[in-house]
């Protein structure tokens, strides 16, 4: 048997045993989507779609050039613009044909072009790798400050999950240990994605915890935090969150929701829909939120989700949906929390398949164990 049929994909294979497998063909596909979604907005895919195949590639590729070409900054158009013009203008001599000064110099206009544009492609993969370099050290950063996936709380079970789509992202997923006997989990979600979101995360996740320790109340925590966001935040920019404070000695959850999706409580083989909370943090402010309290007994559930899971799409475009989400929750009812939890990650990337992650994942579920 040959060996290299057993190594993962891309280590030690050939590009032609990549390409008999597919993956080339696969990840050029995918590399062409990327290109698409980035350069083309939705409006204009709209559009595209009541054209014919012809007209529609002809104008994709003038659009995508484009968009391309205005993304650069402005010496680097007058670079490409004048590589390009060197090239076209550049005659093609042959010995036989001209004199060896016409040779040079058309051959060393053809070489200026071709530096010129190489000199654009080298100076936007600097700026890429530069920015790619800064985006790990910040999912780094996201990483450490994650909780562990299953804290221990007497009296629960809890199981945490968070994967951004891209390198840093927009969820948040935090336990705090209040004092001896209370914990605080949080799930918040910031609008918009990528690397502004994710440092609205990080100012949100340092503000609650260094608040919710002194505050007994969850409204007045709620409040407070807003007034923060609303104060030094940016405009157009919130963030939905639930906090969750549970006790070791009592089987009363307390939580307020600030514009996030509604808590699912998996009871007696079925499914509640907890209440809509209030606006998100850094809408409106002055907003006054509610605390709700939900008293669970030994095996029930409590799950909190970002709308990342239930608006996971396939290649087809088609969303995992709330319908698809509550009937694997209520089929998960009564097992451990690490099992609803890895089950629903699993489906959700068997629905996705291929295609790209589209938003951040986020999980939280508690139950009561005693």
């Not at 007994?297 to 969303?319: K, V």
């Amino acid at each position: 048997m040959n060996q290299q049929s057993t190594q993962e994909p891309g280590l030690g294979r050939t590009l032609w045993e990549d390409v008999r497998k597919g993956d080339f063909f696969s990840d050029l596909r995918d590399e062409t989507r990327d290109i698409r979604d980035f350069y083309i907005t939705q409006d204009k895919r709209d559009e595209l779609m009541k054209m014919g195949r012809f007209k529609r590639w002809f104008v994709l590729t003038w659009w995508i050039l484009k968009s391309m070409f205005y993304k650069l900054t402005p010496a680097r158009r007058i670079l490409l613009v004048a590589g390009l013009i060197l090239i076209v203008s550049a005659r093609v001599v042959t010995p036989g044909n001209g004199s060896d000064v016409d040779i040079q110099y058309e051959g060393a206009r053809l070489f200026l072009g071709l530096a010129g544009i190489i000199l654009v492609l080298l100076l936007e993969l600097k700026d890429k790798l530069l920015a790619h370099s800064e985006l790990q050290a910040g999912r780094a950063v996201q990483k450490a400050m994650n909780p562990e996936r299953s804290p221990l709380v007497p009296g629960w079970s809890v199981w945490l999950f968070t994967r951004p789509a891209n390198e840093v992202g927009g969820d948040l997923v935090d336990f705090m240990k209040l004092d001896g006997e209370r914990f605080g989990i949080t799930v918040g979600d910031v609008a918009g994605k990528g690397l502004g979101a994710a440092l609205l995360m990080v100012k949100i996740q340092a503000t609650l915890r260094a608040l919710a320790p002194d505050y007994e109340s969850l409204t007045s925590l709620a409040r407070k935090v807003n007034e923060i966001l609303s104060r030094d935040g940016i405009p157009s920019r919130f963030a939905s969150l639930i906090f969750v404070h549970l006790s070791s000695a009592s089987g009363t959850i307390r939580y307020i929701n600030a514009g996030h999706m509604p808590p699912l409580l998996l009871r007696n083989g079925g499914i509640i829909e907890m209440e809509k909370g209030e606006p998100a943090l850094g809408l409106a402010p002055g907003t006054t939120y509610t605390e709700h309290q939900l008293k669970l007994s030994a095996g029930e559930t409590l799950l909190l989700y970002s709308d990342g899971i239930i608006e996971a799409q396939n290649l087809q475009g088609e969303f995992f949906g709330t319908e698809r989400f509550k009937a694997l929750c209520r089929s998960l009812a009564g097992a451990t929390p690490s099992t609803v939890g890895e089950r629903i990650i699993a489906e959700v990337e068997l629905f996705v398949g291929q295609a790209r992650g589209s938003d951040d994942l986020s999980l939280a579920i508690i139950q009561r164990s005693v």
